[in-house]
């Protein structure tokens, strides 16, 4: 499976209807294990219900999934109803675990991420914006995974390695085309990091942006809906698109780069090399310049920033209503291209978002056409700051989540 279809097939968290044919075997296995991982434990009853699978196909397939130390099943307690209680089937989680790295501007992130979503161990160390370069990068995630496998269940099978970077991805080779807020171009960063880390499990690189929508949609406020616009702002902004359920990731996976829609011609250079991108005008550095902060702050500055915003500190209000007005702006113009249910805003645009939602929404209002903005609603993150984290740990455990018994053939429990 490419890494391109991985991604896609990683949105789906809708339950399928299985097939009742046995040449279709490894996919009711995967329908059931999905259930289970997104939705928690459920007895054998719920699964029928759920998947339109016989209750001895469940009860079969179930089976096989304990055999393979992937569930395990216990008898529910009685609720006084006549019969026996159906059995509960339960992901079996410290024992299939995947690691998920965050690589952002200021900061590394390393989790372990157990099977159903449950975070075994996380760790995140901030990091100088002068140290940023490839090398020093892997160099730090190498050491930071260490650490947290050391925290593991040693016999625990590693099913695969999920990274988001701040950078436009090319997901056919797991290379970094640009990440101008890293000062990267043309990194084979996921052959790199893989050779470092040795050849445990195989390392998927994604765009940050697209792996916190990823897990907004699939654990987060957004889960259930099919059309989603997610806009992630640091110090740059990035986005993921979801249309009817599946993801829109472009020829080469460079789709949702919206904080280089040009919308200021008048405005600041970008890192990019362009002038007047959307980041520029939203992202961390533009909102701290505005109140009279270094544009280099980081996240200490941003706090000052909303702790004056909450004492009604007159630069810091204005500076906020400078960022609502440029937020409404850019979104308004991304409604009347996706016409999306929902808005997620992650990272510093979430955290933002009591002190700016009016304003945003009388801006989308004055600027988006009427018929595409009727249902719209602007949301912050669920998932805060961790959800590229999390979306990373979902990418690799879709591969186990496709073809369960097929995938632990290839997934050694040596670290």
Request: proline fraction near 5%; glycine fraction near 12%.
């Given at each position: ?67 393979a ?20 089937a ?33 760790e995140?160390?901030d ?12 160099d ?42 890293l ?21 998927l ?14 654990r987060?406020?957004a ?52 002038v ?90 004055r ?49």
């Amino acid at each position: 499976m490419s890494a391109v279809s991985t991604t896609r097939a990683a949105f789906s968290s809708t339950p399928s209807t299985g097939v009742r044919s046995e040449t279709v075997r490894s996919a009711n296995l995967a329908i059931i294990l999905r259930e289970l991982h997104f939705h928690g434990p459920a007895s054998r009853s719920e699964l029928v219900a759920r998947t339109g699978l016989t209750r001895s196909a469940i009860g079969a397939l179930v089976g096989e999934l304990v055999k393979a130390d992937l569930v395990s099943e216990q008898r529910a307690a009685s609720d006084g109803s006549p019969g026996r209680p159906s059995p509960v089937a339960a992901p079996v989680v410290e024992r299939n675990v995947t690691l998920a790295v965050d690589v952002a501007v200021d900061s590394l992130a390393v989790a372990a991420v157990g099977l159903g979503g449950v975070v075994l161990h996380a760790e995140r160390v901030d990091r100088p914006r002068e140290r940023v370069a490839v090398d020093a990068t892997i160099d730090d995630i190498v050491a930071m995974v260490r650490r947290v496998e050391a925290a593991l269940d040693p016999g625990c099978r590693i099913i695969g390695i999920g990274v988001g970077v701040v950078g436009l991805v090319n997901r056919t080779d797991n290379s970094v085309s640009i990440a101008p807020n890293l000062g990267w171009h043309d990194v084979a960063f996921g052959a790199r990091l893989q050779h470092a880390l040795g050849s445990r499990a195989d390392v998927l690189v994604s765009n940050d942006a697209d792996l916190a929508a990823l897990a907004e949609v699939r654990r987060g406020v957004a889960a259930g809906i099919r059309d989603v616009l997610y806009v992630w702002g640091e110090v740059g902004v990035g986005g993921g698109l979801v249309s009817r359920g599946e993801p829109i990731t472009g020829a080469a996976g460079f789709a949702g780069e919206i904080g280089h829609v040009p919308v200021n011609p008048d405005g600041r250079p970008c890192r990019c090399g362009s002038v007047g991108c959307w980041e520029t005008e939203v992202g961390e550095g533009a909102l701290l310049e505005r109140s009279g902060r270094s544009p280099e702050g980081g996240r200490d500055a941003v706090d000052a920033l909303l702790a004056d915003a909450d004492a009604g500190v007159p630069s810091a209000l204005d500076a906020l209503a400078v960022q609502a007005r440029w937020l409404g702006i850019g979104i308004a113009g991304l409604i009347n291209v996706m016409n999306p249910s929902m808005v997620v805003l992650g990272g510093l645009l979430g955290r933002v978002h009591p002190y700016v939602s009016d304003q945003v929404t009388a801006e989308i209002e004055r600027r988006a056409l009427e018929s595409s903005r009727r249902g719209v609603v602007v949301v912050p993150s669920a998932l805060g700051g961790d959800a590229p984290l999390m979306g990373a740990a979902e990418l690799a455990f879709e591969r186990l989540l496709a073809d369960p018994l097929g995938t632990l053939r290839k997934v050694s429990t040596s670290r």
